[in-house]
Each structure stands twice: as C-alpha cells, then as structure tokens.
C-alpha cells in the first residue's frame, strides 16, 4: 500500500432529487413531509464562530435567529427528530429541548448540526439537515445495502435529515488514540484493509481521516475496531481512482504505516479477499434493492463523460479486467465492480 497525495475537486455540485430518485425513496421510506426546510433554517441574522475547549475555532458557526423564529424552529427540529428515531411518535421529544444549532460552511452541502437535550437526565443527541444532494443520496443508500452499517436518514424535496454516526473521527484516533498499549495494531490493519476495498468497489471517495470515523467495540479478550464513513460527498463523481482508495490520502498515512508495519502481502490479500466475499453476499441478499436504485439513477447525470471515461481506465487496472468498454455511468461503473469482484471470488 502506497500512499502518494491526490486532488479532489475543489467544489463539486449538488445534484438534485430527480423524480425517478424521488419514487424510490418513497418505496423504501425515506421520503418524508418535514416541518422545516434547509432554506428556513439560512435565515438567521448573523453567526458567531464555535470554538472547541481547547480555544481552537472548529469551523462551526452559532447562528442568531429573530426571537419571534426562535420557538417555531426548535418545536419543529424537535418532530423531525422524532420522525428521524420513532417514526414521527413525538412523545419521544415530550421532555427535549434544542440546546445548540450549529452551521458549517466548509464542506459542499453546508450543514447545520442540531444538539437535543433530555431534560430529565442530561442526554444529548445529535441530527443533521442539509441540502438534498443526490450524490450523496446514493452513496448513503449503497452503505446501507453494501456495508455492515445501517444508516437512518430522510429526504424531503430539497432537504435531507441525517442520524449522527457515532464514532471517534479518524483524524483524531490517529493522533491522539494510537499509541494505546491495549490497542491491537494489527485488528486496526485488518480494518483499514477492508474499509479501502469497500470504498473502491462502492466508489466512495474522498475517505480522508477526518470524513470516517473509528468505533470500537470492547471484546471478551481484545478491541474490535470499525472504519465507517460519516460523509457522502464525493461518491461517484470523480474520475481519478485512486480518490475512492483512502490509501493514497496524505491525511491517512498513519494508517498506511501501520499497515505496512503490520501485514503482509498475503494477509493484505486475505482481508480484501473477505471483505469482497462480505459483499457479495450482502449484494446477493438485497439484489433488488440493488436494481431498484439502479433503475432509480440510471439516466441521473451525477458526474462527467470525461470522468468516467478517466474512472474506466482505473478501474480496469485496478481489478487487472478488461471489461469496462460498455459502462455509461457511474451506475454502470459499480455494477461491474461487483461481476468483477463476484468472478475473482469464484475463482
């Protein structure tokens, strides 16, 4: 594993819901009637930047809101928590209160991040709202079907509602966490491994350590460790490879260098191997879901002709196959990962 600096697009667009997306998410509950849209919660009078425990400025800004807006946006964060946990049962939020409304400008979707409180006992939770873009759309709907992740999230026209993923972000394990005597280097390796095949496979790009997140889960006798994305973004829309493999990312070196210190080429091997199998059969098991979204984005221009022509010659290097002449879209493009990855498993 190598790890020399790549490029993104500085911005990439945001490409709308377009009514064959929109049918399914209908059919698959995403789709929703929300109380307050993306646009309502921009109208704020002015920010003031948050700043994080340590003095330093995290990019997040505290909008001020008229006080006569203040009591209709919070009660109506408050039913879109609800239909985002229960279903829309709003005896859930009978006891929250909205404690902090966050906006980010760095990043393609500008986000708002929305802490709720329980009064009762002092436990918070976090929910996003964003721009509905259908790039990212896709990319968190190929997580649930293709990953060993779940993701809760709901579309209304122009607005996308997010469950937070919990997780310490990559960045920071990376710098403050690794040197751990109890944390098994090589566990941390595995995962590594697997995360980078799966993002290829998927096309999911621009894994740099501070858009995943490390969860770890106490074992009998050791840590489990689990790399998951917790940005969208990019999914699909570039035309270099190797932005869909975390490994050539400057920001994830730390855990090329682990890897490198810890496995061998064999074992490299072995756990992409496993992780190619895991999603074999996690395709196999929801094929038509698969084909839904398929049909779903087949003629959804997400990305660019000179993009996936540059994407084909990667791929077919990648997977050392030369069957990428027919694809026409990104679509077509992960499709024919996943025969590739089906025929070199059955080999």
């Excluded at 996003?128 to 579309?155: F, M």
């Excluded at 992780?275 to 098991?285: C, N």
Aim: net charge neutral; aromatic share 12%; glycine share 4%.
């Amino acid at each position: 594993m190598k790890s020399n600096e790549v490029r993104i697009s500085r911005k990439k667009p945001i490409f709308p819901v377009i009514p064959s997306l929109q049918r399914y998410l209908q059919s698959y509950q995403r789709a929703t009637k929300l109380p307050l849209r993306y646009s309502e919660l921009l109208h704020f009078d002015e920010t003031i930047p948050v700043i994080d425990k340590n003095g330093k400025d995290t990019l997040w800004e505290s909008p001020l809101y008229p006080s006569h807006e203040i009591d209709r946006i919070h009660e109506g964060l408050k039913i879109i928590y609800a239909k985002l946990k229960a279903s829309g049962n709003t005896r859930i939020v009978e006891h929250k209160f909205i404690e902090r409304i966050e906006y980010c400008t760095f990043g393609n979707t500008h986000p708002f991040r929305i802490k709720i409180v329980n009064r009762l006992n002092d436990v918070y939770d976090y929910f996003y709202v964003k721009q509905a873009d259908a790039s990212r759309i896709y990319g968190l709907e190929l997580e649930e079907i293709l990953s060993p992740n779940q993701v809760n999230y709901l579309v209304d026209g122009d607005t996308l509602i997010e469950e937070h993923i919990a997780g310490i972000p990559g960045d920071v394990f990376a710098s403050k966490r690794f040197d751990k005597s109890d944390y098994n280097h090589k566990r941390i390796a595995k995962e590594f491994v697997k995360f980078n095949e799966r993002c290829v496979i998927t096309l999911l790009g621009d894994m740099r350590s501070y858009n995943f997140v490390v969860q770890i889960t106490p074992d009998f006798d050791d840590f489990q460790f689990r790399l998951r994305a917790i940005d969208f973004d990019q999914q699909g829309y570039e035309g270099n490879v190797k932005i869909y493999l975390p490994q050539f990312f400057r920001d994830n070196y730390v855990y090329v260098q682990i890897s490198m210190a810890n496995l061998t080429e064999k074992t490299v091997l072995q756990y992409q191997q496993e992780e190619r199998s895991s999603l074999i059969q996690r395709a196999r098991m929801e094929r038509h879901r698969i084909a839904a979204l398929r049909d779903a984005s087949a003629h959804h221009v997400i990305t660019t002709d000179d993009n996936i022509n540059r994407l084909k010659k990667g791929l077919s290097k990648y997977f050392k196959e030369d069957n990428y002449d027919h694809c026409k879209t990104m679509t077509d493009l992960i499709e024919q990962n996943l025969r590739n990855v089906i025929n070199q498993v059955a080999r």
